[in-house]
């Protein structure tokens, strides 16, 4: 290619450009031959440099400036701008485009409801430990008991409230129901009542002992009991109070165990009762 014609190519240019690109160009020039489509590109570069000076340059200025000359390095490419009114094809040197950030945002959420699908999966068919009721609870010995609560010598139930049940002392609960003074304060394992509070109707709460008759009214709908747990004929429900098991460890202490449940006695009039307390079958705590 004529080197007067690039040269004329060259002059075309603003002298702004030169003063920048005429040094690597003439780099460029010496090493290889100019094509025709480089020839092409300095002329329309030429004509886009007149007609907006902030416009990129062409691609062989461009090139020029990217390529080290052998014996001093050149200067760094400056950062083209866009002009006013033109939008930029890539965002600046280090900042993020849209689409970058948008799929970056998706794969975070995709990312977290995944770690969130499998942190409950895991937690739902992980091993369950059982701490509440199902488990066994140690109440403590009589004596813990009654440093708590001294009148259960005397009959009233023990609420442990943990497993939601009522420790009765029986022999001791028959004399209080009966008007009778009692102080029993070590009772065997047979004479332990360990009544659910979960009334057998629907599952309400019983509250503490009704103390004109000595005896468990629910007051969702009124089903009582003696002080046993057994069924009266106030109320809807159709059994006594169910109970667990109790037991008495080595240490004295007493053991209830929540996952052995005796259903209640069904409601089957008076004469099925094992205790009879000195009021009528159907009286109701008022
Ligand atoms: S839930 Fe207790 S009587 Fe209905």
Known sequence: MPLRLVQLLLAAYPSSYRERYG???????????????????????????RLDPQIDPPRVLAAAAAIPPASAPSPALPVPRAPYGVVASAPPTGELSRRVFMRRMLAAGVGLLSLEFIAGTLAFTWPQVRSGLGGKFGLGTPADILAIQPSWAEGWPY???????FLINVPAAKELALGHQASVKSPSADQLLALWRKCPHLGCQIPQLCESLKRFTCNCHQSTYNILGEKLKTGPAARGMDRFEVSIGDDGGIVVDSSKVTAGAPNLGPDALTFKDPFPWDAACH
Do not use: F, I, N, Q
Request: glycine share 2%; charged share 30%.
């Open 23 to 49: 040094a690597e160009m003439a780099a460029v020039l010496e090493e290889r031959m100019a094509s025709w489509r480089d020839l092409l590109d300095l002329a329309r570069g030429a004509l886009d440099a």
């Open 159 to 165: 609420p442990y409230t943990k497993a939601r049940l």
